[in-house]
């Protein structure tokens, strides 16, 4: 296994700059080069897609036995006994670079006390057919643009749901695979199959004429109470922004809204709670 790794001392060796400045630069660009930046280490590869950063030992677990291709992988020595099993799980090609901690906090240019980054490729992305093909059950998201609720819907969407719940975002969504969402996820966001609708709203006309039982979750009046809703088909529940919630747009596509029942005098619940609850409710788990 030692002959695997390949040392790093100096955090501007130019084999490590795809994890140099990860608080800064891959957050500006939005993490892939068809992001708001075009100052983004990709914008110029060719790389389809571009690459996402897994960050700790559980992320690239869910990494190596994705679909997703590994590039390499960036390990500070204080982790590497611990994590000597994954680390051999990683393909033969795949270079495995090492440094002391000082020096990942140099590339980095944050202290990242779970000292394990693998950088995974994205390839081409999944289009909406596919996933009104495969899925039996979908989670739809309108601009969700906090990455904390973004990556706690995959997570979700995997444990409540789990084989078979696809997840469709608007093109103002924020990135699932970008590096703090996939961390929340913990891991899931690389499983759980996911695409953007780039016909938005309008899209989602392609959702119900694949069978699927679209469902508004909306707090508002006349909105159905969860607990009364049962038997529905393919269902997939459609999420708004916390605040905002919903666009009239895709209410008015919709029609069928159902609500959390909660208690009078408080605020609607949190969208991460939201999409819990509803998943919990209305897809049955995978058998």
Known sequence: MIGRFTPIHDPDDPRIAVYRNQKDAW?????????????????ATGIPGGRFMAEGALVVEHLLRSDYAMESVLVSEHRVEALAGLLERVHEGVPIFCCSRRVM?????FDMHRGLLACGLRGEPRKLAELTRDCRALIVLEDLTNHDNVGSVFRSAAVLGGAGVGVLLSPRCCDPLYRKS?????GHALTVPFATVTDWPGGLAAVRDAGFTLLALDPRDGAEPIDRVDGIDRPALVFGAEGPGLSDKVRS?????????QARGVDSLNIAVAAAVAIHRLIPPAG
């Open 182 to 186: 996939l961390r929340v996820s913990m």
């Open 105 to 109: 906090e140099g590339i980095l240019g």
């Open 253 to 261: 596509l919709i029609g069928h809204s159902v609500m959390i029942p």
């Open 27 to 43: 957050l500006r660009a939005g993490h892939h080069p068809q992001g708001p930046g075009q100052d983004h280490p990709d914008a």
